[in-house]
C-alpha cells in the first residue's frame, strides 16, 4: 500500500498538481421529500464535487502544474478545462500538500466555498468543459454527514481514490469544519473498525 505523507502547506516538488474542493455547506437533500418532517426536512448537509476519472479513481478537479504557472494560477485553470467552472485566484484557499513518501510529486489541495446555485450549476454544466470527455468519467456530488455504520459517506470513502485524494478528503472532514464535533468523531471511529 502507497504511505502518503503531509507536506508543509505549500511545498513544491519537481512536479506538482493543483486541485480543487468545490464545497456547498447549504444544500438540503430531504427538502422535496415527504418521508421527512421538520428539522430532519430542512437539515443542511455539505457537498463536496468530485470526479470519477476513466480509470475509475476518484479524486478531486485538477492536474498537473504547467511550466511557469503558480498553483493557484493551475487549480483555476483547470478548473475551467475539467469541470467548466470558473474560480478566481482570490476565492480559492490551499488547505494541504501531499506526496508519496520519497517521491518527487505533490497534490495541493485548495477549497472555495459556493453557493448551492454555483454548485448546482457545476454539475449541469460540467460536461461543456473542454478536458471532460479526455480526463472525467462523472461528476459526483458527496454529502458530508456521517448518520451511523449505513451512512453513504462511510460507503463512498471505500471507492478507489487517486493518488492522494482520500487522505485529503479526511483533511477536509477534519479541518474544514463539514462535520458537527460527534458526527466527525463517530466517522473517525467508524474508519478505525473497518481497518
Not at 507536506?7 to 506538482?16: A, I, Q, R, S
Not at 469544519?177 to 468523531?185: F, M, V
Given at each position: 500500500?502507497?504511505?502518503?505523507?503531509?507536506?508543509?502547506?505549500?511545498?513544491?516538488?519537481?512536479?506538482?498538481?493543483?486541485?480543487?474542493?468545490?464545497?456547498?455547506?447549504?444544500?438540503?437533500?430531504?427538502?422535496?421529500?415527504?418521508?421527512?418532517?421538520?428539522?430532519?426536512?430542512?437539515?443542511?448537509?455539505?457537498?463536496?464535487?468530485?470526479?470519477?476519472?476513466?480509470?475509475?479513481?476518484?479524486?478531486?478537479?485538477?492536474?498537473?502544474?504547467?511550466?511557469?504557472?503558480?498553483?493557484?494560477?493551475?487549480?483555476?485553470?483547470?478548473?475551467?478545462?475539467?469541470?467548466?467552472?470558473?474560480?478566481?485566484?482570490?476565492?480559492?484557499?490551499?488547505?494541504?500538500?501531499?506526496?508519496?513518501?520519497?517521491?518527487?510529486?505533490?497534490?495541493?489541495?485548495?477549497?472555495?466555498?459556493?453557493?448551492?446555485?454555483?454548485?448546482?450549476?457545476?454539475?449541469?454544466?460540467?460536461?461543456?468543459?473542454?478536458?471532460?470527455?479526455?480526463?472525467?468519467?462523472g461528476l459526483v456530488a458527496i454529502p458530508l454527514a456521517y448518520d451511523g455504520p449505513h451512512s453513504p459517506l462511510l460507503t463512498f470513502l471505500k471507492s478507489q481514490f487517486a493518488f492522494s485524494a482520500r487522505l485529503e478528503l479526511l483533511i477536509l472532514l477534519e479541518r474544514g469544519?463539514?462535520?458537527?464535533?460527534?458526527?466527525?468523531?463517530?466517522?473517525?471511529?467508524?474508519?478505525?473498525?473497518?481497518?
Open positions: 500500500m502507497t504511505k502518503f505523507i503531509e507536506l508543509e502547506t505549500g511545498k513544491e516538488l519537481p512536479k506538482n498538481g493543483a486541485f480543487v474542493a468545490i464545497i456547498c455547506r447549504t444544500i438540503r437533500p430531504n427538502e422535496h421529500y415527504d418521508k421527512y418532517e421538520g428539522d430532519d426536512r430542512l437539515r443542511q448537509v455539505p457537498h463536496v464535487l468530485m470526479q470519477f476519472r476513466w480509470d475509475m479513481t476518484v479524486g478531486f478537479p485538477g492536474g498537473k502544474v504547467d511550466p511557469g504557472e503558480t498553483l493557484p494560477q493551475a487549480c483555476v485553470r483547470e478548473a475551467l478545462e475539467e469541470i467548466y467552472v470558473t474560480l478566481k485566484e482570490e476565492q480559492i484557499k490551499l488547505l494541504c500538500s501531499h506526496g508519496k513518501e520519497g517521491g518527487s510529486f505533490a497534490a495541493h489541495l485548495f477549497t472555495v466555498d459556493v453557493d448551492e446555485e454555483t454548485f448546482q450549476k457545476a454539475r449541469l454544466e460540467s460536461l461543456k468543459a473542454a478536458d471532460a470527455a479526455a480526463e472525467v468519467a469544519g463539514l462535520l458537527q464535533e460527534e458526527e466527525r468523531k463517530a466517522l473517525w471511529d467508524a474508519l478505525v473498525r473497518q481497518a
